[in-house]
């Protein structure tokens, strides 16, 4: 069997895990169908189908005009878009709460979608909002986007620096005890090592680069990549152009594979995964163009000489990994307390 038909076969057979997509805001009334294959943007219902995504993470980002004082009411109202799509699209979709919604959905052939929250603003100063949020099928959050708010400071402070908060400490432990997914991507260093300081369990930078191959702030030090993955943590590829290649006219589906090329050979390939950013980024590589073109990254992993077993890690064997295990102890916790 030719490489081709090899990884067209292997991208059929796998879960293919994508940790964050900004697709909501892209919806609702003057946007665009989730049921429809768009002309525009990047992900809706066919073109996930086209490629062959199995588990999809829906950040609920807040944009910058709600904060601080709107960002509750801001992520309730995408809350509502978002599942009001997802529903819509009845049996082909899952909203997953569980580790065994995800397991059903995925052995079913549904798409598994998570929601997460991209800001830490949604629940200001209150831990009863981080609960709240929780009730309604939130399982993931990053704890900031690029600025400061009260739980730590964002990858945009990079001059202040500061780290977590007391509240934030807060956060962390009650993320931990709910079983939620702690997201460090969009944190400053010093919140990043914070974070990882004070966590119990695994964490994740749902969509961060190597800052060895791209020197941005929003991209991870070998340092940090090597924490990260001391904590059972992944790593998800951000596409954004501007994070894989200072030059982003260079960004396409091998300078791609170039930053898993680096954290494998610094961590393994147990450590890292997809977290596209479609329909928050500007800028997409040359063969990644929207969702549809996923199979390009099995095929040219395949070409550098992954096996399947590997390629089929960094499609989303380890996104699986760390979310099942982040949930699953959430659920125990809950069901002694």
């Known amino acids: 069997m030719d490489v081709v038909a090899r990884a067209a076969d292997l991208h059929r057979r796998v879960v293919v895990f994508d940790a964050h997509v900004d697709t909501v805001l892209e919806l609702g009334p003057g946007g665009r169908s989730f049921l429809e294959r768009g002309e525009h943007g990047h992900v809706d219902l066919p073109r996930l189908r086209e490629g062959g995504v199995g ?3 829906f950040a609920l980002f807040i944009e910058p005009r709600y ?15 978002l599942t009001g799509a997802l529903a819509a699209a009845g049996e082909a979709v899952r909203v997953c709460r569980t580790v065994a919604d995800l397991d059903a959905a995925t052995a079913e052939g549904q798409i598994a979608a998570i929601l997460s929250v991209e800001g830490g603003e949604a629940i200001g100063t209150e831990l009863a909002a981080l609960r709240a949020l929780h009730a309604l099928g939130v399982r993931a959050m990053g704890l900031t986007w690029n600025e400061r708010n009260a739980i730590a400071d964002g990858a945009g402070e990079d001059r202040a620096q500061g780290g977590l908060t007391g509240f934030g400490r807060e956060v962390v432990a009650e993320m931990n005890r709910l079983g939620m997914v702690i997201d ?11 974070v990882l300081a004070t966590s119990r369990g695994p964490v994740i930078a749902s969509h961060s680069n190597v800052r060895a191959l791209c020197d941005h702030p929003r991209n991870l030090r070998d340092a940090q990549i090597v ?14 152009a501007r994070f894989l290649h200072a030059d982003p006219a260079k960004a396409d589906v091998e300078r791609l594979c170039d930053h898993v090329d680096h954290i494998a050979a610094l961590v ?6 997809l977290g596209s950013d479609f329909d928050g980024i500007g800028e997409t590589p040359r063969g990644l163009e929207d969702v549809s073109r996923l199979p390009a990254v099995t095929e040219a992993l395949l070409r550098r ?8 890690m960094v499609l989303g064997q380890n996104f699986l990994r760390v979310f099942r295990a982040v949930w699953g102890q959430g659920e125990a916790a809950l069901r002694r307390a």
């Open 55 to 57: 588990v999809q993470v």
């Open 67 to 81: 904060k601080p004082e709107r960002g509750l009411q801001r992520v309730l109202e995408l809350w509502d878009r």
């Open 184 to 194: 460090v991507s969009h944190l400053c260093e010093r919140s990043f090592w914070d």
């Open 227 to 240: 924490a990260l993955a001391r904590t059972g943590g992944v790593m998800g590829m951000n596409f954004y």
């Open 268 to 273: 393994g390939p147990e450590h890292v995964g």
């Open 305 to 312: 000489g992954y096996t399947d077993a590997q390629v089929a």
